[in-house]
């Protein structure tokens, strides 16, 4: 084809139809909208340190057994200065990466073959609804006996808790594939690989997120639970320090290390998957505008 | 007739060049047995380099299996379908990628063909300007109207360099006044671009306004039932009392067929 350029006469007779479908609404200051979203959670998490501060109060356990909020939290303030505190979160966080990130690579692959290859979906399909379901901490005695009391066999049981999930993620994510997309995709020249990287995988991406979501959710339990059993010298985790405290009987570590869980829980889930979902949401134009 | 001003020339090389699409007696069904439909029936159609051909009929004759078929989506039961240099192919839905944005839709076959960055940036670009829609390069499609989408889906289509462009009822989702703009912008790019163009519809007048010769298909089986020459002179407008009188007379006769098609 030859260059062709819009000669400067032309009047462009689009100009009044060519106004853009959805206009961005006048949007609210950013204070605000982030104070919106914010405060009923900050509601939630009085309310939750109220009704432990009652149960302090009304004497129904020693306070050696039951701190108060006060304490722990001053404990984990204290905690958060140390090194040790910090070398604990940081090989959680590792583990947790390296395992997630794995399970993404397996679930991935795997989701791809079973939901394009009927026979492959005929065989494997139930199975892995099946291992889904399966609690992953009956993995750990096997995992043990495989590979020691080592990492391997807690990244095993992480690997083997997260995939499942992302594959079946996958397969509904790309079984929601809209035909005319993959048909666009064949008819524009894409082929073999380029395929599914340039079509399939991104037309799924919106409907493959609960997938992800679910995957880690199901990656940080089969983790703490790991950490909790599989316990490796010289190595402190986040694990570690709960399973330590509470033979030293010492309540104030224990519930200021089970805030730390419950903290990487939340943050990972709403930081990180709550943003890449919503911008993926907004740049389809997916997201419904509410002010 | 139209003022001798807004007179032009039909390009030469209608009358002159060879075919570009060849079809000979192509028959297509879909199952087999008892139950085989024949959704194709013994169909020969040459369109030659630089046509603008129109494909009318009531829907189920066939007319997106022969498209198919042009495309190679799609291979026929019996007959040949030769096609030199290719073919693009446009829908009714745009099927734009919602995770791109409007250029980087453009750039897609430019991609697959794995064309160096910037070459692909200078066709982009000219490829927007042609459609007017250079403004318009780093928005997604969701933020566009149903009529820019489906230029940038044109423009797409262009991407693909292909000598033959295909056009599944691409206008028929849209309102009457995008439309008839939609008309003028396909016509010009045809001529600009050089293009075959095999254009499908269910509107008579639509394919009047369009093309250099209109072919009408009867339905189940799809059969070629009659064929017109258009010689209205270009730019034709879809009120023009020409085009109307042209397209009524065309829906006339197929009536008299019994193959009612969709008035306009």
């Known amino acids: 084809m030859t260059r062709m350029a819009r000669s400067a006469a032309t009047v462009d007779p689009f100009a009044e139809l060519d106004a853009p479908a959805s206009a961005s609404p006048a949007r609210p200051g950013r204070v605000r909208r982030f104070w919106s979203a914010v405060w009923p959670q900050l509601a939630a998490i009085a309310l939750g340190l109220f009704i432990w501060q009652v149960l302090v109060w009304l004497h129904w356990r020693p306070s050696y057994v039951l701190p108060a909020p006060e304490a722990v939290l001053a404990r984990l303030v204290k905690d958060s200065t140390t090194p040790e505190f910090w070398g604990a979160v940081f090989t959680t966080l590792r583990r947790a990466a390296v395992g997630y990130g794995i399970a993404l690579a397996i679930g991935t692959l795997f989701g791809i073959a079973i939901a394009r290859a009927r026979l492959l979906r005929a065989a494997f399909g139930a199975l892995i609804t099946g291992l889904q379901s399966m609690p992953s901490v009956a993995w750990f005695p096997l995992a043990i006996l495989l590979f020691n009391l080592s990492e391997s066999a807690i990244l095993f049981v992480v690997i083997l808790g997260a995939a499942p999930s992302i594959a079946n993620g996958i397969v509904a994510g790309i079984d929601h594939i809209p035909p005319l997309t993959l048909r666009a995709g064949r008819v524009l020249g894409a082929r073999g690989p380029a395929f599914y990287r340039y079509v399939i995988l991104p037309a799924a991406l919106p409907s493959l997120m609960a997938g992800f979501k679910q995957g880690w959710a199901f990656a940080w339990r089969s983790l703490m639970a790991g950490e909790l059993l599989v316990i490796i010298g010289g190595q402190a985790s986040v694990g570690v320090r709960l399973e330590f405290a509470r033979e030293f009987s010492d309540a104030e570590e224990l519930l200021a290390s089970m805030l730390v869980v419950l903290l990487i829980g939340v943050l990972v889930d709403v930081v990180l998957f709550g943003r890449l979902d919503r911008g993926i949401r907004e740049r389809r134009g997916l997201v419904e505008q509410t002010a | ?264």
């Open chain 2, 1 to 264: 007739m139209a003022l001798p001003l807004m007179l032009v020339p039909i390009p030469p090389s209608v009358a002159s060049s060879d075919a570009t699409v060849e079809l000979e007696d192509v028959t297509k069904s879909y199952g087999v047995g008892a139950t085989a439909t024949l959704a194709l029936d013994g169909i020969s159609l040459r369109v030659a380099t630089g046509e603008f051909l129109c494909l009318v009929g009531a829907s189920g004759c066939g007319k997106s299996t022969l498209l198919n078929l042009v495309a190679g989506l799609d291979r026929p039961t019996s007959g040949t379908v030769r096609v030199s240099g290719g073919a693009a192919l446009m829908f009714q839905d745009p099927a734009l990628f919602p995770w791109l944005t409007v250029e980087q839709n453009v750039d897609f076959p430019l991609l697959m063909r794995r064309l160096p960055k910037l070459d692909r940036r200078r066709r982009v670009a000219d490829l927007l300007e042609m459609v007017r829609l250079d403004d318009f390069a780093r928005r997604r499609p969701h933020e566009l109207s149903g009529g820019m989408r489906q230029r940038v889906a044109l423009a797409r289509a262009l991407a693909q360099e292909s000598p033959v462009l295909l056009m599944d009822e691409p206008f028929g989702a849209l309102d009457a006044m995008t439309r008839d703009l939609l008309h003028d912008e396909i016509e010009r790019v045809w001529r600009q671009a050089g293009l075959t163009v095999v254009f499908v519809t269910h509107n008579v007048r639509e394919a009047v306004r369009l093309g250099d010769r209109v072919i009408v298909l009867s339905s189940r089986p799809g059969r070629i039932a009659a064929e017109y020459h258009v010689d209205l002179p270009r730019p034709r407008h879809i009120d023009s009392t020409e085009n109307a009188e042209l397209a009524a007379e065309i829906t006339e006769q197929l009536r008299a067929l019994g193959r009612p098609a969709a008035p306009a």
